[in-house]
């Protein structure tokens, strides 16, 4: 596989030597550290591991910008609307950057988090699909290594790898049963330098497991709203294309499967997925055991209240093309990354996970799946927070 890799990109591929474990963590015990806790997954960990541990101090590195590391990250799950007052004695945000030797903490942080934390959850990542892979590399791939390295060191941890569908083989499956897990693509099939990133991540942390380091990934495809506040991803190319929809007063005819999923929902199965005694490695995939298409999402849409009649998709991108100029940051963002011949998906089988979605179901956790009703939540509160215009008839259900 690694054979088939261009030269420039065979640097990043081996582990350092120094990445070794030195004994056997204990996970249910210690500190946790979530990466990523301002981005919009990142944050919802850091909530469900915060609810799910009450005892358990959370640690999150944040990055440098205004303000301090508290207020950055607090400011962030008040936005969230997740921000819990009762969290400020053991919630604690550490200064730092992924991107940077070392994670960018200070060395008293640093042994901090080597002698207290137990379990992490690597979800920090520099998320920008037109970036190339030199201006993603240092905190996608550069941060994984930092967070192996953080996980053998000092007191031994357990590291929970948050990576995308995006890196798989689409074509290892059984009609709509997708391998699980399924192998990593062919490089050359990672188009843009954010999947050629998590690609050599995954097979970072692969190459962790293979030297007895306590790892797991859980991979996961597009997240939706979170089910109990409502609140959106705002950069999810799905909402902005219900945004774009609603503004322009009209949907495209597609049928396009989405595999959208809720986010709390996700990080709870992510959670419960990292806590498993495994027997060797093995990826996780979180996907829906009954994909949602976009024709699925636009009739819910109508249900609501809006009134949306359906175009050929050459005419709504035509009227998309028209409004870009004057048209809300949605419009601009969907006219702007829209291929011409259909959303991205539209010629995709409806695939699914089965052994992760068992897994789950013998843990007691039914697989993640997006509903109307709540769907119906993310327009409620998306009206309220002026992401989208109220429904055009009776409102909302």
């Excluded at 998309?320 to 004057?326: F, I, K, M, T």
Aim: with cysteine; charged share 20%.
């Amino acid at each position: 596989m690694t054979s088939e890799v261009p030269a420039a990109f065979r640097p990043y591929l081996d582990l350092p030597a120094d990445v070794r474990p030195a004994g056997t963590p204990d996970p249910d015990t210690g500190a946790v550290l979530v990466t990523g806790a301002t981005g919009f997954l990142g944050a919802t960990l850091a909530d469900e591991v915060l609810s799910r541990w009450p005892e358990r101090t959370v640690y999150c590195i944040v990055r440098p910008g205004a303000g301090t590391a508290d207020e950055r990250l607090r400011q962030a799950l008040i936005e969230a609307e997740l921000w819990n007052e009762e969290w400020r004695g053991r919630l604690r945000a550490v200064p730092g950057d992924l991107s940077q030797p070392g994670a960018g903490l200070a060395p008293d942080d640093a042994r901090r988090l080597a002698e207290e934390v137990s379990l992490i959850y690597h979800s920090g990542a520099f998320v920008n699909l037109a970036f190339p892979f030199d201006q993603v590399q240092a905190a996608n791939v550069g941060g994984t290594v930092e967070m192996l390295r953080l996980a053998v060191t000092g007191r031994p941890k357990r590291l929970c790898h948050i990576s995308t569908m995006s890196t798989i083989d689409i074509n290892a499956r059984d009609g709509e049963r997708l391998r699980d897990p399924a192998p990593l693509g062919a490089f050359e099939a990672m188009t843009t330098g954010y999947t050629k990133s998590k690609w050599i991540a995954e097979l970072l942390v692969e190459q962790a497991a293979q030297r007895g380091v306590d790892v797991r990934t859980v991979r996961m495809g597009a997240l939706a709203g979170h089910s109990r506040t409502g609140v959106s991803n705002p950069n999810d190319y799905a909402w902005l294309v219900i945004s774009a929809c609603l503004e322009l007063g009209a949907v495209p005819l597609m049928r396009a499967p989405t595999s959208w999923l809720p986010v709390d929902l996700v990080a709870q199965a992510t959670i419960m997925l990292g806590e498993l005694p495994t027997e060797g490695y093995r990826p996780y995939q979180i996907l829906p055991p009954g994909q949602v298409t976009y024709s699925d999402v636009f009739s819910w849409l109508r249900r609501a209240g809006y009134r949306l009649p359906t175009m050929g998709f050459a005419q709504w991108r035509e009227r998309l093309r028209q409004h870009a100029d004057g048209g809300s940051r949605a419009v601009q963002a969907i006219a702007s990354a829209i291929p011409k011949g259909g959303l991205p998906g539209e010629a995709q089988a409806n695939l699914h996970s089965p052994e992760t979605e068992a897994i789950l179901v013998a843990h007691g956790m039914n697989p993640p799946r997006l509903t109307e009703p709540t769907f119906q939540t993310y327009l409620r509160t998306g009206h309220r927070r002026k992401e989208i215009p109220a429904p055009t008839t009776e409102g909302f259900r």
